[in-house]
């Protein structure tokens, strides 16, 4: 039962995620190699709902695909001479949800599929030196935790009565950040400390039980990334995609 | 073998966000040789610098809480403090009191191979010692799972496992059993005595003495930062309870909590009866995979009114839900819950019930202690509020903030501010967790209090000893039954 399943095996490399983590926001958000990079603004979008499903994270997935799907049929049914405020709030949509939330489906699938171990490990092997790994490690570790304080303060709040429309109701914001401020600031404390007696701030090369080598799908993902860039990079020296296709 | 030559330590006090407990947790010119293969137990009132002497010997003093350190820390003829804390970790493992904050993984199977992996040893090498781990701790069911499904008993024996695939020659225990039932805590105690028995060194600071008190080849008794008594086993077979209370300390044989003899609700008692409560979390579309044994489902519990009742239930049965609920703080219960003859709806269980949490942090929010019990006072009046702060001994810092008190103190004032909410119900979710014998007797007397108010009060406790000393009825919750 035990060989072989260590740990939830990513299906990518931690490498490729980082390489797709940037990747992403260049081509959707910032618009490299403008129209002749067309096609891989539609490819991207598919790869991080493709990511999210396969990692069995059918919540986002499933938002993700949908809002993905209601937009591009929206796009298309209305008619695009129509003008006025409405239209300018549906580009706006669009552009939302063919740009930013691509980039954030694929920053959830990668907090979420990434173990603190294949974290460190994919830093180390990049040669980020320790003190950018370890704080961002640490800041993974942090989020759901913290999440629990936060929900326990709340609890907390509604039972002494700080709630909308009690007499306390100004203290709503205020006095929940002490709590939130001093449990984080403890619970940090004494994570580093933990973390410290078992050896974290050794020098020594760090090994993974996970397996990190680099399979089809991560060359397949990151040829893939590497054709964008090449498009980007042709098309800065006049060589345009869309007209050596033509050809 | 580890020795201390005249070590004395005092914090330094820029780290004042660290609680006050951990302030005067100095030591002043401690000597101390122990032998290898020993186990001993470091104990004594809150504060004492137990703690402080673990983190001597781990390394963590002088490298990572930073004060000011005379004398010298030798272990095994190398002093500790020109060692790197990796090399150190090498040799020794140490468990902490939290269970919340000593992962850094979120899966178990990655934190028991995080040590190893840290130190660079082979991924095979770590494989087959987690293999063997998971085997001579029975934890097998446990690997590859998040840790925030966790109890924090199973997350206790993680930590323990963690440690073990090291194979550290020196075993550190910083109360390790604070936050865990009878049953978890006598686990952990199958743990350490395999510890022992290999002829590993184990260090254990705590206060809970019955699950290892037959295990023990010496005390360490300590008080404000120095130690005041030093016993050897056949010293501690003539101990008695008794001697044990005098010395401030907690009895060394404890029943179990389900042993002890209360009646649930006499004849004469006024009942609350809870005809039906019912709880899951939300089981969507999306995540119907989430583990299930969160569900509380009960019938027919009566609670006395007035009394001061004790809620018994094993880690992981859902009892701070169930108070969550009690309370009316779960919007989704699902209950029946019946008061003097007419239902007790949520709403209004919302406005009765005052809950004092496991963790005071949580619950403390205003910048002054004279503000926090007047926010909970129905209609602001200073003098009530310094009433009440002088009836739980607090009025010499009314202006104190809140966060700089201690965790006893802490306590006191979460209490205060539950008497000055006027609420008729007041829960406590184990409010001596980690607490010495003089501070839990300090809890039980207040407990007595809130009764003489007419009060009613409830506890989830797992602590046999304050039971026993105060509560006067029990109910064994299970959290379906």
Not at chain 2, 14 to 19: A, H, I, R, T, Y
Not at chain 2, 79 to 85: E, G, I, Q, R, S
Not at chain 2, 431 to 436: A, I, K, N
């Given at each position: 039962m035990l060989k072989g399943d260590y740990g939830k095996k990513s299906f990518i490399n931690p490498i490729t995620k980082l390489v797709l983590l940037v990747t992403l926001p260049a081509f959707?958000?910032?618009?490299?190699?403008g129209t002749d990079a067309e096609i891989f603004t539609l490819i991207f979008p598919l790869v991080s709902l493709f990511l999210l499903f396969i990692s069995k994270n059918l919540k986002a997935g499933m938002v993700g695909l949908l809002m993905y799907i209601a937009v591009i049929i929206a796009w298309s049914v209305l008619p695009s001479g129509s003008d006025g405020i409405f239209h300018i709030i549906l580009f706006i949509v669009v552009g939302i949800v063919t740009g930013l939330l691509p980039c954030a489906l694929m920053s959830v699938y990668v907090i979420s599929s990434t173990t603190a171990s294949e974290f460190i490990t994919g830093m180390k092997k990049l040669f980020i030196p320790d003190v950018i790994t370890i704080p961002m490690s640490v800041i993974f570790r942090f989020f759901p935790t913290v999440k629990e304080e936060i929900q326990a303060i709340n609890k907390a709040m509604t039972m002494r009565g700080i709630?909308?429309?009690?007499?306390?109701?100004?203290?709503i914001l205020e006095y929940r950040l002490i709590p939130i401020l001093m449990c984080s600031l403890k619970i940090g404390d004494e994570l580093t400390a933990a973390a410290l007696t078992r050896?974290?701030?050794?020098p020594r090369k760090r090994t993974n039980i996970c397996d990190t080598r680099f399979r089809f799908q991560d060359f397949f993902l990151l040829a893939l990334c590497f054709c964008a860039y090449l498009v980007w990079v042709l098309s800065l020296f006049g060589i345009h995609f869309g007209e050596v296709v033509k050809l | 073998m580890i020795e201390l030559k005249n070590v004395s330590f005092t914090y330094l006090s820029?780290?004042?966000?660290?609680?006050s407990a951990e302030l005067n947790g100095s030591l002043s010119n401690i000597d101390l040789r122990i032998e290898k293969g020993s186990f001993v137990l470091l104990t004594g009132p809150?504060?004492?610098g137990k703690s402080t002497l673990l983190r001597l010997i781990n390394g963590?003093?002088?490298?990572y809480y930073s004060g000011k350190l005379e004398g010298e820390v030798v272990i095994d003829d190398e002093?500790?403090?020109?060692?790197?804390?990796c090399k150190s970790a090498e040799k020794i493992g140490t468990v902490f009191q939290n269970p919340r904050s000593?992962?850094?993984?979120?899966?178990t199977t990655s934190e028991l191979a995080f040590l190893s992996e840290n130190l660079g040893v082979e991924a095979e090498i770590i494989k087959s010692r987690i293999e063997q781990t998971a085997e001579s701790f029975q934890i097998k069911n446990l690997l590859?799972?998040?840790?925030?499904?966790?109890s924090d008993g199973e997350k206790q024996k993680i930590a323990c496992a963690s440690i073990e695939v090291g194979k550290p020659e020196i075993i550190l225990l910083d109360e390790?059993?604070?936050?865990?039932d009878y049953h978890a805590t006598m686990q952990l105690r199958k743990l350490i005595a395999q510890w022992v028995r290999q002829g590993r060194t184990v260090i254990a600071a705590e206060h809970r003495l019955f699950y290892l008190w037959d295990l023990i080849d010496r005390v360490v008794l300590m008080d404000d930062g120095k130690i005041i008594k030093d016993y050897n086993k056949n010293e501690l077979n003539k101990l008695s309870d008794n001697d044990l209370s005098e010395l401030g300390l907690r009895s060394a044989h404890s029943p179990a909590p389900t042993e002890i003899e209360l009646?649930?609700?006499?004849?004469d008692d006024k009942t609350l009866t809870i005809n039906s409560l019912r709880f899951g979390y939300k089981q969507g579309f999306f995540n119907?995979?989430?583990?299930?044994?969160?569900i509380i489902d009960i019938h027919n519990m009566e609670l006395a009114l007035g009394k001061i009742t004790a809620i018994t239930a094993a880690n992981g049965e859902g009892k701070t839900t169930f108070l969550n609920c009690l309370c009316g703080l779960e919007r989704r219960s699902k209950d029946d819950i019946i008061i003097n003859g007419a239902p007790f709806k949520r709403r209004n269980r919302l406005n009765s019930f005052f809950m004092v949490m496991q963790d005071t942090n949580h619950q403390l929010f205003t910048d002054s202690v004279l503000e926090e019990v007047m926010i909970s006072l129905p209609e602001p009046n200073e003098d009530k509020a310094l009433k009440i702060l002088e009836s739980v001994d607090l009025v010499c810092y009314?202006?104190?903030?809140?966060?700089?008190?201690?965790g006893g103190q802490k306590q006191r004032l979460a209490i205060a501010c539950a008497v000055a909410s006027e609420r008729d119900y007041i829960l406590f979710d184990e409010?001596?967790?980690?607490?010495?014998y003089g501070h839990m007797k300090e809890i039980a007397a207040l407990m007595r209090q809130l009764r003489n108010l007419g009060k009613t009060v409830i506890i989830v406790t797992h602590d046999s000893e304050f039971i026993e000393a105060c509560c006067e009825r029990k109910v064994n919750f299970v959290s379906r039954g």
């Open positions: 959707l958000m910032g618009g490299l190699g709630r909308f429309g009690g007499r306390n109701a100004a203290g050896g974290l701030d050794s | 820029e780290n004042s966000d660290e609680s809150s504060g004492c963590l003093i002088p490298h002093p500790v403090n020109d060692k790197p804390l000593q992962f850094f993984n979120v899966d590859d799972r998040s840790i925030f499904h966790l390790p059993s604070a936050n865990l009646p649930v609700v006499t004849t119907r995979s989430k583990v299930n044994n969160n009314k202006e104190r903030h809140p966060m700089a008190l201690s409010p001596t967790s980690g607490l010495d």
